[in-house]
């Protein structure tokens, strides 16, 4: 079993930015793809982002591209989520995920975090 906690979530100022983190433990954190999902109020969990093994290919949602950044650092254990520019629409509770297969399918993803509250004011 893998075990992901977040952190880095908060309130921020419309045009401003946040680092998430996510700490993996548990397996061997590089034999996963990873992800990041958001779910706001009322809505569906969504794919916002998503990053092979390797750290080589990365997938973003349409919403986000060119805002938000994925990384991965195998040897740290540990996936981050730059945003940057961040609007109204981007609160929502976000959640990290590793898994396998297509990246931004949600039946992909096979451990999740308990998630960590984004807000950002107008």
């Known amino acids: 079993q893998v075990q992901l906690v977040e952190s880095g979530g908060g309130l921020v100022q419309a045009g401003g930015s946040l680092r998430l983190s996510c700490a993996a433990s548990g397996r061997t954190f590089s034999s996963y793809v990873m992800g990041w999902f958001r779910q706001a109020a009322g809505n569906e969990r969504e794919f916002v982002a998503g990053i092979n093994r390797s750290a080589g290919m990365t997938y973003y949602a349409d919403s986000v591209k060119g805002r938000f950044t994925i990384s991965r650092d195998n040897a740290k254990n540990t996936v981050y989520l730059q945003m940057n520019s961040l609007k109204p629409e981007d609160t929502a509770v976000y959640y990290c995920?590793?898994?396998?297969?297509?990246?931004?399918?949600?039946?992909?993803?096979?451990?999740w975090g308990q998630g960590t509250q984004v807000t950002v004011s107008s």
């Open positions: 995920a590793a898994g396998s297969g297509i990246y931004s399918y949600t039946s992909s993803y096979h451990y």
